[in-house]
Each structure stands twice: as structure tokens, then as C-alpha cells.
């Protein structure tokens, strides 16, 4: 299911629901973390529920193991944590959904990305926790994001974030710079920073993460061409090789020269490290990079707006959505509803950004951020955007996230080859969409 874009009306409706919080994103309910919760569900007493989960870097790991050990405190079900490799958890995940005997409940990603595994069979039907509680009064767009294209729920959330080109301010104030707004006072703080000697731009597109550079395609492809063109192309109703994709590839052109030779070799938590240490100046990057850094970090860290580029275009974001889907083959149904309906608490919510690094904001509409500035700066980004997108496999697919990885790759390597590139990328992609 694609994220469907919200009307100015349905915008106020959908912001209306989230209470004190009012993000932009989504939203969830507080379901009663009681133990009279589990007769809701049908629990049975005692039971294990195995929780894969791919948020390997060390605060997340640890902010997901404090979750389940107060899961575990409340009696009945228990939940055994797994934690894989974040890159391995992602290419191994299909293999997980089709195994004889597959992990109960799992993290990842709802909207377009879940409806894809939803199609196949593979996703447990979860409306019924939908129904209860505080979940039954989540606003639309969220049950929507939830729901696969049949209209079943198939996903609890847990949190949302926000991209932004991240910097430090230290860094900044010592090179007498500020943050941009236009497309052309970027370029004019790329050339600033190179005359100092600084590599200006951090990717992070190699290894594993070849995915980060995805976010440069969306960000510029958003803001060219607008929100809606960004999903219907994902989708498969224009064609990479469209004028209006060149476009796209003209202007990241313009920035090539700036960004770190590197960029194509370092993973993004080795890009994240050489922005950490001042080797450069700033990276187009998702929140969820702030739990591999250190926490007396924190508190240098800042980011901007990715640079408007055509005024008369509506300002869209990306605003990820992370949390729950479970498996349709899952031998512990029961079990494993009780513990969704507990991941949407405010109180689990709560104990992960305890322990994470706080950058990520809770679904609950009860539960509370850690208010830092820079979460009060990330809400506002969200909360002000005329639209949010989710990011390039999210409203697509998992299985179209390759097509990007090896187009956007051999792009940074030749980018005069574009022509070839984006016609083979409409080739590769053509092939997911037939399936």
C-alpha cells in the first residue's frame, strides 16, 4: 500500500489526533499495559514470542532489551529478544517470513513495504488489537498506513523520524557558516567548506548501506517533481527514464563535486564517524544514526531543512515510521498479539527512547518524547511539511530497494552515463513491478 497523500483538511484531522504530541507522521493510542489486557487478546497464560529485531547499533540493542525485560516483568507471555545485524536482518528478512518455523513478531516497516509481504500470505492479520483500547480511536491516515491493500491490519507502530542534513554545531561556528534554506545558498556553503579544505558532504552509500543514497534521490526527486509524482513513480506508473527523473539527476550533478571521495566506500556508521570527527562538513541522514554515536555527541548535533529547490512545489519530508509487523505462521497467535498490544503502550514507548539515543519520536499520543531541541526542531519539520513520505523501499517495496542500489551506485561512479543507467534501472524495475 503507497502512502496516500493528506488533504489540508485530512492534515488538520490527522495532526487533531495525536493530542499534545501532534505528529505529523503518525499516531497511536495508549492500550492498558494491565494484565487484565491479556484476556482481550485471548492470552494464554505462559507462552514464548520470539522477537526478531534488526536495531543492532548499541543504544537501540539496549533500549530493546530493557523493553523486553519489562514485557517480561508483567507475567504470562514472555518475549525472547533476537537481535540481527541490522544489514543482515534486511536481506535475510524474506527467508524469516518464509521459513517452516519463523520468528513470532518482527521489526520493520508498514505502508507499501508491508503490504508487499502481506500479498504473499506471509503477515498476521492484527485488527482485532485494532479494535481495542485506544488503538480504535488512531486517526485514519495511520490505520491506513497500517492496513495492507485489502484493508486488514497488519502492523502496530512504535516511532517515527526525520532525515535532515545533520552537522555539527561546533563545526559550523568555527567555520563561520549557517544553515542554508535554497538550493543556491547550499552550493554556496559546499564551496565555503571545500575552500577550508573540509569535504563538505558525508554519504555513507558503501558496504552494506548503499540504501543511504536512496535519500538523495527521494529528497530531490520530492522536491522537484513533488510528492505525489515521487510515490506514482515508485509505484510504476512513470518511468525512471522520464524526463522528470533526469531532472532529478541534473541537479544532484551540481553537488557531486562536493561530496566526500569516500562516500561510495564508507558505510553510513563510518560516514557518520568522519562527520563525528570533523572530516566532514554534514550528511543527509535519518535520526536512527544518533544511537551508533556517542551520547556527550548529542547535544553538537543540529540539522537543516533539505534545500528548497522550486518554490511552487508543496515542501514534502520524510518522516519514516518503524514498529511491528508478525508473522502469519507465528505457533504463538495469541502470544504474540498481547505483546504488539504492549509495544503500542505508552509506557514501552517511553522505556525505548529511555534507553535508545531519544532522537526518535513515540506513536503514542500519551507518550513523551525526550524533548530535547533537537527532537522540538525534528517535530516541527514534520508537523510543517504539506506532505510525508516514508523513504524509497517503504513506499515501495523491499524487493525494488536492489534496482536503486545499483542504479544510484553506478550514478556516483559515472554520472555521464546516466542516460544508460536510468534505462536500465527502468528495465530492472519493470521486472519487480510484473511480478
Not at 494484565?35 to 507462552?47: E, H, I, L, R, W
Not at 536481506?91 to 505502508?111: E, F, K, R, V
Not at 545533520?166 to 561556528?173: C, G, H, Q, R, T
Request: contains cysteine; hydrophobic residues 40%; charged residues 20%.
Amino acid at each position: 500500500m503507497s502512502t496516500a497523500p493528506i488533504s489540508p483538511t485530512g492534515r488538520r484531522q490527522f495532526l487533531a489526533g495525536a493530542g499534545a504530541i501532534g505528529a505529523a507522521a503518525l499516531m497511536s493510542g495508549c492500550v492498558t499495559s494491565s494484565s487484565s489486557d491479556a484476556g482481550s487478546t485471548g492470552q494464554s497464560s505462559g507462552g514464548s514470542v520470539t522477537l526478531q529485531s534488526n536495531l543492532s547499533s548499541p543504544q537501540a540493542k539496549t533500549a530493546m532489551e530493557d523493553l523486553a525485560a519489562a514485557y517480561n516483568k508483567r507475567g504470562g507471555a514472555k518475549a525472547e529478544l533476537n537481535t540481527v545485524a541490522s544489514e543482515t536482518f534486511r536481506t535475510q528478512l524474506p527467508t524469516y517470513l518464509t521459513s517452516a518455523n519463523p520468528p513470532d513478531l518482527l521489526t520493520w516497516y508498514p505502508g507499501s513495504v508491508a503490504d508487499a509481504y502481506a500479498k504473499k500470505g506471509l503477515l498476521l492479520d492484527v485488527s482485532d488489537i485494532w479494535t481495542k483500547g485506544e488503538l480504535a480511536g488512531y486517526p485514519d491516515a495511520l490505520k491506513k498506513l497500517c492496513s495492507d491493500s485489502s484493508g486488514a491490519k497488519v502492523f502496530v507502530p512504535a516511532s517515527y523520524y526525520w532525515w535532515g542534513m545533520f552537522y555539527k554545531k561546533s563545526n559550523f561556528a568555527k567555520w563561520g557558516v549557517r544553515e542554508p534554506r535554497t538550493w543556491d545558498d547550499f552550493i554556496a556553503l559546499c564551496r565555503t567548506l571545500k575552500s577550508k579544505g573540509v569535504a563538505p558532504i558525508g554519504l555513507g552509500a558503501g558496504g552494506d548501506t548503499a540504501w543511504v543514497a536512496s535519500a538523495w534521490f527521494d529528497y530531490l526527486d520530492i522536491r522537484i517533481n513533488g510528492a505525489q509524482y515521487h510515490r506514482d513513480l515508485l509505484a510504476g506508473r512513470h518511468s525512471f527514464d522520464d524526463p522528470q527523473v533526469h531532472k532529478v539527476f541534473d541537479k544532484w550533478a551540481e553537488v557531486l563535486p562536493y561530496f566526500d571521495p569516500n562516500g561510495t566506500a564508507l558505510a553510513f556508521q563510518d560516514a557518520t564517524t568522519a562527520m563525528l570527527n570533523n572530516r566532514t562538513g554534514m550528511m543527509l541522514i535519518g535520526t536512527f544514526f544518533a544511537d551508533a554515536a556517542p551520547k556527550d555527541q548529542l547535544d553538537d548535533i543540529d540539522f537543516f531543512q533539505f534545500p528548497i529547490i522550486d518554490p511552487s512545489v508543496p515542501v514534502a519530508e520524510e518522516g519514516p515510521t518503524d514498529g511491528y509487523f508478525a508473522s502469519a505462521h507465528t505457533a504463538h497467535k495469541q502470544q504474540t498479539l498481547d505483546l504488539m498490544s504492549y509495544l503500542a503502550t505508552a509506557e514501552a514507548q517511553e522505556i525505548y527512547l529511555k534507553g535508545s539515543s531519544g532522537t526518535s519520536l513515540p506513536t503514542n499520543p500519551k507518550a513523551k518524547d525526550s524533548g530535547t531541541p533537537l527532537v522540538k526542531k525534528g517535530r516541527a519539520l514534520i508537523e510543517g511539511a504539506a506532505d510525508v513520505t516514508q523513504f524509497f523501499n517503504r513506499d515501495s517495496s523491499d524487493a525494488l530497494q536492489p534496482t536503486a542500489d545499483t542504479a544510484l551506485t553506478k550514478f556516483l561512479a559515472k554520472p555521464k552515463e546516466i542516460n544508460s543507467i536510468l534505462t536500465a534501472w527502468q528495465r530492472d524495475a519493470q521486472k519487480i513491478w510484473s511480478q
